[in-house]
């Protein structure tokens, strides 16, 4: 969708990354931890498999993040100084 000449961009919103990425992780572990309380059938256990991978994914995500943010605005930093970047 093609913006209007005479409107600029908005800014990016600032979020905390990390909070939505734990806040994501948390509802992972109490999924699993009640469909470990309620039990499953024989044929239904992979739930438990995809909870657990979602909690881990999360887990892995908060570790991330803030390393991530580090790199892009240390990235930003050279851009705005006018020095080539260092790899």
Avoid at 27 to 36: E, H, K, P, T
Avoid at 48 to 60: E, H, K, N
């Amino acid at each position: 969708m093609p913006t209007h000449p005479g409107r600029p961009q908005p800014e990016p919103l600032k979020t905390n990354d990390v909070l939505i990425a734990a806040g994501g992780t948390a509802i992972w572990l109490v999924a699993l931890v009640v469909l470990l309380v309620v039990g499953l059938p024989a044929d239904q256990r992979w739930w438990l498999w995809v909870c657990a991978t979602g909690a881990a994914i999360g887990v892995f995500a908060c570790l991330y993040i803030p390393r991530l943010q580090r790199k892009r605005a240390d990235d930003e930093a050279v851009a705005g100084s006018g020095a080539p970047p260092v790899s």
